[in-house]
T-cell receptor
Framework: ETGVTQTPRHLVMGMTNKKSLKCEQHLGHNAMYWYKQSAKKPLELMFVYSLEERVENNSVPSRFSPECPNSSHLFLHLHTLQPEDSALYLC???????????????FGNGTRLTVT | KNEVEQSPQNLTAQEGEFITINCSYSVGISALHWLQQHPGGGIVSLFMLSSGKKKHGRLIATINIQEKHSSLHITASHPRDSAVYICAVRSWGGGGADGLTFGKGTHLIIQP
């Protein structure tokens, strides 16, 4: 049990579908993150929320839409994705935003997304 | 821009062998993280280092700030150590919005 739970674990969707990824953290952390992990590439930061406010959007296409209704929940809404968006999407949390010296990241198990 | 290079990219070893994974970076950092990713996908933080050496069970992490280099060692390796090991550095004022730059990871397989 990592303290960060992601659902679903696997998702297959067509290019015209709309789906959402869910992340929940039970650690009382103030910051939550979405990362994309593609094969043979380093982890890429997509979005950061601190105290439910979006802090950064790392030039992510608008077909990815994050939502953070409270400090424990984070969603990633997906629509009209492309096959190259197939990847592992990881959610993480930390006690404070950018204070990763004293508050390391805690990751979920990820959602394996396949776009057909 | 900070570059993080890990070596080797892939490593296959026999159970019981001593394993070393290396991480080099190009600019000054405030902290370095070693992460472990199992085949299921989840990532676990193993160590956070800013100097010296840390040990946890059979895992040892060292960092040389002057040489901009860190190593992760596994003693008496076991098949359950099979995973991807990722190095991530927190730069002074650099990195992404999370302040981190990640390596591509080292894929370790320990055969029984």
């Amino acid at each position: 049990e990592t303290g960060v739970t992601q659902t679903p674990r696997h998702l297959v969707m067509g290019m015209t579908n709309k789906k959402s990824l869910k992340c929940e953290q039970h650690l009382g952390h103030n910051a939550m993150y979405w990362y994309k992990q593609s094969a043979k590439k380093p982890l890429e930061l997509m979005f950061v929320y601190s105290l439910e406010e979006r802090v950064e959007n790392n030039s992510v296409p608008s077909r990815f839409s994050p939502e953070c209704p409270n400090s424990s929940h984070l969603f990633l809404h997906l629509h009209t994705l492309q096959p190259e968006d197939s990847a592992l999407y990881l959610c993480a949390s930390s006690q404070e935003y950018r204070d990763l010296v004293r508050s390391p990241l805690h990751f979920g198990n990820g959602t394996r997304l396949t776009v057909t | 821009k900070n570059e993080v290079e890990q070596s080797p990219q892939n490593l296959t070893a026999q159970e019981g062998e001593f394993i070393t994974i290396n991480c080099s970076y190009s600019v000054g950092i405030s902290a370095l993280h070693w992460l472990q990713q199992h085949p299921g996908g989840g990532i676990v933080s193993l160590f956070m280092l800013s100097s010296g050496k840390k040990k946890h069970g059979r895992l040892i992490a060292t960092i040389n700030i002057q040489e901009k280099h860190s190593s992760l060692h596994i003693t008496a390796s076991h098949p359950r150590d099979s995973a991807v090991y990722i190095c991530a550095v927190r730069s002074w004022g650099g990195g992404g919005a999370d302040g981190l730059t990640f390596g591509k990871g080292t894929h370790l397989i320990i055969q029984p």
